[in-house]
């Protein structure tokens, strides 16, 4: 049956997880937009719960695969005239709702090699998309979130992401002592684990730290930085060079600079 109607519940859901963040926490679903995104959560094992697309606006083999290799119980088919008013792109070919995942730090491997970023109450949502996108294309391991935080699953962060958040660990966690424990537990495991933190008051620049060894990167919030307690925690602060008038890096922009040098390091150590 073609839904065509603002006023049908199945569509009242999906804005209401659109929209609101509780909503998203109560029912531990969101919304996805796009052939990308949806492929992703798919090919990485994450449970569709519906699969949302205008018949006529299929129109790519790889959307039209997923369609017809989904189960069509989890269909639900809107006009055009709707799929307008759901979202503002005439060419998004296939929307999903997800079913969120546990917010398990076991999730992330603790590799010989291990790469990690933090970011630290991250507050603009295409900023941590981005962190989250750079850590996937990065090789990184996984992205811990140290709340309070912006959603990760609000439309936007997810959207920034890419796709990247089906593809590797991200995981919530709510204090800085339950971070103080993890590194101690990769520490028992691994024995060498340096914790780096980005400050754009460091001594030390980052082409001065060895990534090669087991790393966990830490970025701090957009307006204030890395905070005073977390410093303690880091074994050393890094800056970027610049040699414009900017004194400081987009949180987003610093973090996957310093992903793109500890993936240099380690190709080059090969």
Same mark, same amino acid.
């Given at each position: !049956?073609?839904? #065509? =109607?603002?006023?049908n519940?199945?569509?009242?859901?999906?804005? !209401?997880?659109?929209?609101?963040?509780?909503?998203?926490?109560?029912?531990?679903e969101?919304?996805?937009?796009?052939? #990308?995104?949806?492929?992703?959560?798919?090919?990485?094992?994450?449970?569709?719960?519906?699969?949302?697309?205008?018949?006529?606006?299929?129109?790519?083999?790889?959307?039209?695969?997923i369609v017809a290799?989904?189960?069509?119980?989890?269909?639900?088919?809107?006009?055009?005239?709707?799929?307008?008013?759901?979202?503002?792109?005439?060419?998004?070919?296939? !929307?999903?709702?997800?079913?969120q995942?546990?917010?398990?730090?076991?999730?992330?491997?603790?590799?010989?090699?291990?790469?990690?970023?933090? %970011?630290?109450?991250?507050?603009?949502?295409?900023?941590?998309g981005?962190?989250?996108?750079?850590a996937? %294309?990065?090789?990184?391991?996984?992205?811990?979130?140290?709340?309070? %935080?912006?959603?990760?699953?609000?439309?936007?962060?997810?959207?920034?992401?890419?796709? =990247?958040?089906?593809?590797l660990?991200?995981?919530?966690?709510?204090?800085?002592?339950?971070f103080? =424990?993890? #590194?101690?537990?990769?520490?028992?495991?691994?024995?060498?684990f340096?914790?780096?933190?980005? =400050?754009?008051? %460091?001594?030390?620049?980052?082409?001065?730290?060895?990534?090669?060894?087991?790393?966990l990167?830490?970025?701090?919030?957009?307006?204030?930085?890395i905070?005073?307690?977390?410093?303690? !925690?880091?074994?050393?602060?890094?800056?970027?060079?610049m040699?414009?008038?900017?004194?400081?890096?987009?949180?987003?922009?610093?973090?996957?600079?310093?992903?793109?040098?500890?993936?240099?390091?380690?190709?080059?150590?090969?």
């Open positions: !049956m073609l839904i #065509r =109607s603002t006023s519940l199945h569509i009242k859901y999906i804005r !209401m997880l659109c929209e609101k963040r509780m909503a998203r926490n109560t029912h531990y969101f919304f996805v937009e796009g052939v #990308r995104a949806v492929s992703e959560a798919i090919s990485h094992g994450w449970n569709v719960k519906k699969l949302i697309f205008c018949p006529s606006l299929v129109r790519s083999d790889w959307a039209k695969k290799e989904s189960d069509r119980l989890i269909h639900l088919q809107i006009s055009e005239n709707l799929h307008s008013k759901l979202c503002d792109r005439n060419d998004l070919e296939l !929307m999903a709702i997800i079913s995942v546990e917010d398990d730090i076991d999730r992330i491997p603790i590799e010989s090699n291990l790469l990690v970023i933090a %970011a630290e109450n991250p507050q603009n949502r295409g900023n941590l981005t962190i989250i996108r750079s996937d %294309a990065m090789g990184a391991h996984g992205v811990l979130i140290m709340e309070p %935080a912006v959603d990760l699953y609000d439309p936007k962060t997810v959207r920034a992401t890419m796709g =990247s958040l089906f593809a660990p991200v995981i919530r966690i709510k204090c800085h002592s339950f103080r =424990s993890w #590194r101690e537990k990769v520490r028992a495991a691994l024995g060498a340096q914790v780096i933190g980005t =400050s754009p008051h %460091a001594s030390t620049t980052i082409d001065k730290v060895d990534f090669t060894v087991p790393t990167l830490v970025v701090g919030n957009e307006q204030s930085g905070s005073k307690q977390l410093e303690t !925690m880091c074994d050393a602060l890094i800056s970027i060079p040699s414009g008038s900017a004194d400081s890096l987009n949180s987003a922009i610093a973090a996957s600079v310093a992903l793109y040098e500890a993936n240099r390091q380690r190709i080059a150590s090969k």
